[in-house]
């Protein structure tokens, strides 16, 4: 691909809501950088004036928009909302534009690769914080040690305050939530890949300052299944004790279902109508405090030993930046992998999850070293197991 090195670099960012909104904000600390956020929302470019950006409004769901929109881009950030990732990244692709997505789409990503490597251009996805930053570490871990045998990492987004009768609110939409609690986990349990259900195999966790949470299988590996050979990987959401019961017993009733049902004013989805219930219920309120919580343990061998290495994340929403916390881990983490690319750190042509980047040290520096200039810590600790 070319150089952009040049500076300025061109930064487009298609979508402009929480998550790339806070990617937006961080982004235009850097004088180096010229930045045009694209979306439909024009309250969503309001919240952006005063940052020194460009704003374009237009439907990213229709492909010509989106290579109309990054014509003239050196690096592309996607922020759009998952079933329309795919289409996006490709329509990025073809334009022959790099891309850092962090849509987080169903379809298998390495569908893309062909097309990346044909243009010469970097693809970075998943570049979140589950799966991204925990990809990135789990990269970095399987390089520095000599073997590495098991990977487990617990991560969730919650409201401060536990409110009756959810005790959750969604940092994303209801949609996004649903869809956790609906697709089959997939994991890796003594080199056999295995799917369970959904919220089985709840477990209770406590996290020093600031108590018990519960964590339940969710399919969060994704790319590692695939590029990692690791014999043990299993991801969990955490959320606030008794919460898994509560989706099962709505999921087992059918309350998530897809399937229309007719009901006395007609047909209907009922998912549809638990999502419409769920978004009010479950919306932050503006200046609403959150955090995000994670543990990430890998063991390995190294120096003939076995040792274990544990990530603990703890981060709040910040009132001085008005950030919310899933915002701040989630898209500072993607900022940090953009300027990676703008940066030229990172130049090597077609699909690349955290895990791949991770394997370089120089990349997973300049990633937590990012973060933690923005108060987002990882306390990391190394014991041996004999």
């Not at 929109?69 to 534009?97: H, I, N, R, S």
Request: proline share 5%; hydrophobic share 40%; aromatic share 8%.
């Amino acid at each position: 691909m070319n150089s952009i090195a040049e500076k300025p670099v061109k930064i487009v960012v298609l979508g402009a809501g929480r998550i790339g909104g806070a990617i937006v904000r961080d982004l235009s600390e850097e004088s180096d950088y010229s930045i045009t956020v694209v979306d439909l929302d024009p309250q969503a470019m309001e919240r952006l004036e005063g940052f020194g950006v460009e704003t374009m409004l237009s439907d990213l769901s229709f492909r010509d928009h989106v290579t109309e929109a990054v014509a003239d881009a050196d690096l592309v950030v996607g922020c759009v909302p998952g079933f329309m990732g795919y289409q996006t990244v490709e329509a990025v692709l073809e334009a022959g534009k790099p891309v850092v997505d962090i849509s987080f789409f169903e379809e298998d990503a390495f569908g893309l690769d062909e097309l990346a490597k044909r243009r010469g251009v970097p693809c970075l996805i998943d570049c979140g914080v589950a799966p991204g930053l925990t990809n990135l570490i789990l990269g970095w871990m399987e390089a520095s040690l000599d073997e590495t045998t098991s990977f487990k990492a617990l991560i969730g987004g919650l409201p401060v305050e536990r409110g009756w009768p959810w005790e959750y609110k969604a940092p994303f939409s209801p949609a996004h939530v649903l869809q956790e609690y609906v697709r089959p986990a997939r994991m890796r349990i003594h080199g056999e890949d295995v799917t369970l259900p959904a919220l089985s195999e709840v477990e209770l966790v406590h996290f020093p300052g600031l108590g018990t949470l519960e964590a339940f299988n969710t399919d969060g590996l994704r790319s590692l299944l695939r590029t990692s050979q690791i014999p043990n990987m299993v991801e969990k959401t955490l959320r606030y004790p008794g919460h898994a019961d509560r989706m099962k017993m709505l999921r087992e009733a059918g309350f998530f279902s897809d399937r229309e049902i007719m009901a006395p004013s007609g047909m209907v989805r009922p998912r549809d109508v638990t999502e419409t219930l769920l978004f009010d219920a479950w919306h932050f309120e503006e200046g609403e405090p959150d955090l995000t919580v994670g543990q990430i343990t890998v063991e390995g061998v190294a120096d003939g030993k076995r040792v274990r290495h544990t990530y603990h994340l703890l981060d709040y929403y910040n009132p001085d930046t008005e950030t919310s916390s899933m915002a701040r881990t989630t898209g500072y983490t993607c900022a940090a992998m953009a300027r990676l690319v703008a940066n030229g750190l990172w130049t090597e042509p077609g699909v690349a999850p955290g895990e791949i980047v991770g394997r370089s040290k120089a990349c997973y520096d300049f990633v937590l070293e990012h973060l933690a200039e923005r108060g987002v810590s990882l306390f990391h600790r190394v014991e041996s197991l004999g």
